[in-house]
């Protein structure tokens, strides 16, 4: 069984970037599309980014233009890029084979000044 494990969250500033990975404990050619969500508090879990094997992306409407998905085929990894960062971002991000329920743990995004 593939576990994923996201990494890279934490506090930054509004205006400010950070870098999320998702690590598969395996291969994740049969993962594909993988898809990046979010959780804030008290709200449901919404999806924020989605990758497909060939490359082809897919973005919220509230994220575009500020955050990018990609991929690393060579190291099991999918990165989300995020900057311009602002307090509404603020929530757990988590990893996921998409249409799935396989989850990663989740990381912590905090934007606040």
């Known amino acids: 069984q593939v576990q994923l494990v996201e990494s890279g969250g934490g506090l930054v500033q509004p205006g400010g970037s950070l870098r999320l990975s998702c690590a598969a404990s395996g291969s994740i050619f049969s993962l594909y599309p993988i898809a990046w969500y979010r959780q804030a508090l008290g709200k449901e879990r919404e999806l924020v980014a989605r990758?497909?094997?060939?490359?082809?992306?897919n973005y919220a409407d509230f994220v575009k233009g500020r955050f990018t998905i990609s991929s690393d085929n060579a190291k099991n990894t999918v990165n989300l890029q995020m900057n311009s960062l602002k307090p509404e971002d603020t929530a757990v991000y988590y990893c996921?084979?998409?249409?799935?329920?396989?989850w990663g743990q989740g990381t912590q995004v905090t934007v606040s000044a």
């Open positions: 990758i497909s094997f060939g490359g082809v992306t």
């Open positions: 996921n084979e998409y249409g799935t329920n396989l």
